[in-house]
């Protein structure tokens, strides 16, 4: 017997807003319930590890001993999945990485357990790994975006663009504006040569916008390509434009395709004054111009800025990595890292 279709009367007035709101208090409340069991498993892992460290520390017991207790803790707890060997071990390297219990509450309890794997897989250093935990709480990155980020060494890229924000923007947003932009910004996912010319570097960025926003950073909200002002009846075209929900301020960002020259800043300085009239509201701040190019001469870049009026910043863009030709013809494919990942994947699930 199949059951009938009900016949639903049409909603009252106010009834799509009513459900709408509940729709989000029901959302926030999964979302809450799941931190608060991710808190708890990412708690109760630290002091299994902790307790690990401790009793080989003092009872002198061997590493055999985590194969003992996986073995236990399986038998113990049939239903409950982490307590593989491998997991164990990950358990007292996190509690050795991290033995500041209040850290480890306040701060990396708001991570998934695979989040600290990949802290702990790909960094050696602290602080390094501190600062992308708290880039991954802050931006709400998950593990292959935190791996991704790691691994193109987004933590010495981020902020290092020679600007003047501390000069044209007002303190903390100058401050803002500086870490949300790099130096050298990768486009390696776009597959070109070095040799590509600006409008087809400019085409990929918009067919690949999803890495490319990546790349730049969160707060970036993808606006247009070849935007058109026109100034006194004659058309010019913006390269890229962006906005930023941070800063609350329009992004304007340029590419050349050579060596940074002085002249570049003067047609930014004119798309930055055209926005700043045709485009941006009253409630937004300053558009900041971010010129783009091959390579610059850092002292020639911070000489051009000197006497500019106007936000800008100057970084360079890579499209392949500084590998050998011999290895770069070696390298795998997009699908053959997928494989490979989904392939792992596989194990740790099965291991857990």
């Not at 608060?36 to 892992?45: C, G």
């Not at 590509?196 to 999803?210: F, G, K, M």
């Not at 004659?234 to 929900?245: G, Q």
């Not at 001469?297 to 006497?307: I, P, R, T």
């Amino acid at each position: 017997m199949t059951d009938r279709p009900v016949s639903l009367t049409p909603p009252p007035s106010g009834y799509t807003d009513w459900l709408a709101e509940l729709k989000t208090r029901i959302h926030s409340a999964q979302q809450r319930a799941a931190l608060a069991v991710n808190r708890e498993l990412v708690l109760l892992y630290w002091q299994i590890g902790r307790d690990i460290l401790e009793r080989q520390g003092r009872e002198g017991w061997g590493a055999k001993v985590i194969e003992r207790l996986a073995q236990d803790l399986r038998t113990a707890f049939p239903d409950m999945k982490g307590f593989s060997p491998r997991n164990l071990k990950y358990m007292r390297s996190f509690a050795q990485a991290w033995p500041e219990a209040e850290f480890v509450q306040a701060v990396l309890a708001q991570l998934p357990w695979y989040h600290q794997i990949a802290l702990l897989d790909k960094l050696n250093d602290s602080e390094a790994r501190r600062w992308y935990a708290a880039k991954a709480i802050e931006h709400n990155w998950s593990r292959n975006i935190l791996v991704m980020q790691i691994e193109t060494n987004a933590r010495a890229r981020f902020g290092q663009a020679i600007t003047n924000f501390e000069q044209r923007l007002p303190a903390p947003l100058s401050d803002l504006a500086r870490e949300s932009l790099k130096d050298p910004y990768r486009f390696d996912f776009l597959g070109l040569h070095d040799d590509a010319q600006e409008r087809a570097v400019e085409q990929a960025l918009v067919q690949h916008v999803t890495q490319f926003l990546l790349e730049l950073g969160a707060g970036f909200a993808f606006v247009g390509r070849q935007v058109l002002l026109n100034v006194g009846g004659d058309e010019f075209f913006i390269d890229l434009l962006f906005y930023h929900l941070k800063l609350r301020c329009y992004v304007v960002i340029e590419l050349k395709g050579g060596k940074f020259k002085p002249e570049h800043l003067g047609q930014l300085g004119f798309y930055l004054t055209a926005v700043d009239r045709q485009v941006k509201s009253e409630h937004d701040n300053p558009t900041i111009g971010l010129l783009l190019c091959k390579s610059k001469n850092k002292v020639v870049a911070e000489y051009a800025l000197g006497d500019k009026t106007q936000p800008m910043g100057i970084a360079e863009y890579k499209l392949l990595e500084s590998l050998p030709a011999e290895l770069q013809t070696g390298l795998p494919s997009i699908e053959q890292i997928e494989r490979e990942l989904a392939a792992l994947s596989d194990e740790t699930s099965e291991e857990d």
